[in-house]
Each structure stands twice: as structure tokens, then as C-alpha cells.
């Protein structure tokens, strides 16, 4: 089945306590972006991939890190959590060939920072 | 910088009855995509219907249709015999053609209740 994974999905911790939430997708997608969801604000984009050892700031970088370094998966990274990084947190993919323009999303994942 | 602002935070309907939700955006490009996507409890988000801004043709997915209006910058989501499963979040998107990051640009959503 073709999808994007996330792990974990809910994740409560202290601040200062460096975590990595992981993505993975299985369509061979170049693309794959970071975005975080907040009440009344929609989406933000956090990062972006265009492809291996290829990424890019989106709109509120600030305080994440991610990695490029397999096709198939994006880790995004936050060194020293704080609690104004409480969100839930979306991994996209979209294919930059061919394909409908869709970005396929993950199911999300729930952080808290205490 | 695009915007995209969806007016309603919450819409609700009778079941089996017709709503539209509204959305509109701000953009000094002519090609770009936008997008309506469905978030229910679940979380999942879920494309519902897309549209190119180079046709003219309102895009139609089943009991969805979209009302694009270029010049006014209005993208509206009409939902034809609401079922209890239409219940969600809906999220109007952007996305530029020109810009190379792909990146989407949202809408703060509208919450839709369907009452039985």
C-alpha cells in the first residue's frame, strides 16, 4: 500500500529533551516536506526536500533540523524542545515527475513538550 | 506573500442538504493550484478535490464541486447531499506554479457539522 508513515504518533516529553520523529514513504517520491499544524493558523511549512542531500527552510524553521539522507525518508529533528513547539506535526511526499500535483500525507504526530 | 483566508470557522447542515464553504486567496501569479483537503478525527489529511488555475472548468470529485472564480480569487467547496461522513475539518491550500519549493499554503480551516 503506498503511504506515508510517521513514528511516533503521540509524543509527550520534557523541554531540553532532543527527540527525532521520523518519516518514511514508499512511492519513490523526490519531494517530501515538514508542516505543522496549529489551532486557527491552518498549516505551516517547517522544512523541505527536493531530493537526497537536498533540503530547505519553509516558514518556521526555527528550532528543527531535518535529514536527507535516503530517498525514502525525512527525519525531522528538534535538538532542545520547548513548549511553543506543541503542535501536531504533518510529513508530506509528492512526486516532482509526472504524478497529479497531490502531496500524500502522514497521519500525524501529536507532540507535547512539557 | 500568498495568503489564503476561509471565513467560516464553522459551517453546519442537515444531513442530505447542500453546503458550500468558502475560501479565498491573495496571489499576483496567474498559474498556481489550489486545493480543498478534508482533516477528519482521525487526523488523516485527505485531498478532497483540486483545481489548476489555467482551466476554466470547475473541477467536480462526486458529490464535491468547486465554484473557482479567477479574477475574484474565490474558491469555493459545494458538498451535495451531506452524509454524517462529511463530517471534518476542511482546508482550502495554495500552491504556486512558479515557486520551486511546492509548498502549500493554508487556509485556517472550517469546521463542518452535519446534524441527522
Known amino acids: 500500500e503506498a503511504q506515508v508513515t510517521q513514528n511516533p504518533r503521540y509524543l509527550i516529553t520534557v523541554t531540553g529533551k532532543k527527540l527525532t520523529v521520523t518519516c518514511s514513504q514508499n512511492m519513490n517520491h523526490e519531494y517530501m516536506s515538514w508542516y505543522r499544524q496549529d489551532p486557527g493558523l491552518g498549516l505551516r511549512q517547517i522544512y523541505y526536500?527536493?531530493?537526497?542531500?537536498?533540503?530547505d527552510k519553509g516558514d518556521v524553521p526555527e528550532g528543527y533540523k531535518v535529514s536527507r539522507k535516503e530517498k525514502r525518508n525525512f527525519p525531522l529533528i528538534l535538538e532542545s524542545p520547548s513548549p511553543n513547539q506543541t503542535s501536531l506535526y504533518f510529513c508530506?511526499?509528492?512526486?516532482?515527475?509526472?504524478?497529479?500535483?497531490?502531496?500524500?500525507f502522514g497521519p500525524g504526530t501529536r507532540l507535547t513538550v512539557l | 506573500a500568498q495568503t489564503v483566508t476561509q471565513s467560516q470557522p464553522e459551517m453546519s447542515v442537515q444531513e442530505a442538504e447542500t453546503v458550500t464553504l468558502s475560501c479565498t486567496y491573495d496571489t499576483s501569479e496567474s498559474d498556481y493550484y489550489l486545493f480543498w483537503y478534508k482533516q477528519p478525527p482521525s487526523r488523516q489529511m485527505i485531498l478532497v478535490i483540486r483545481q489548476e488555475a489555467y482551466k476554466q472548468q470547475n473541477a467536480t470529485e462526486n458529490r464535491f464541486s468547486v465554484n473557482f472564480q479567477k479574477a475574484a480569487k474565490s474558491f469555493s467547496l459545494k458538498i451535495s447531499d451531506s452524509q454524517l461522513g462529511d463530517a471534518a475539518m476542511y482546508f482550502c491550500?495554495?500552491?504556486?506554479?512558479?515557486?520551486?519549493?511546492?509548498?502549500?499554503?493554508w487556509g485556517a480551516g472550517t469546521k463542518l457539522i452535519i446534524k441527522p
Open positions: 508530506a511526499s509528492q512526486p516532482l515527475s509526472g504524478g497529479t500535483n497531490e502531496q500524500f
Open positions: 526536500s527536493m531530493n537526497v542531500e537536498v533540503t
Open positions: 491550500a495554495y500552491r504556486s506554479e512558479i515557486n520551486s519549493n511546492y509548498q502549500l499554503i
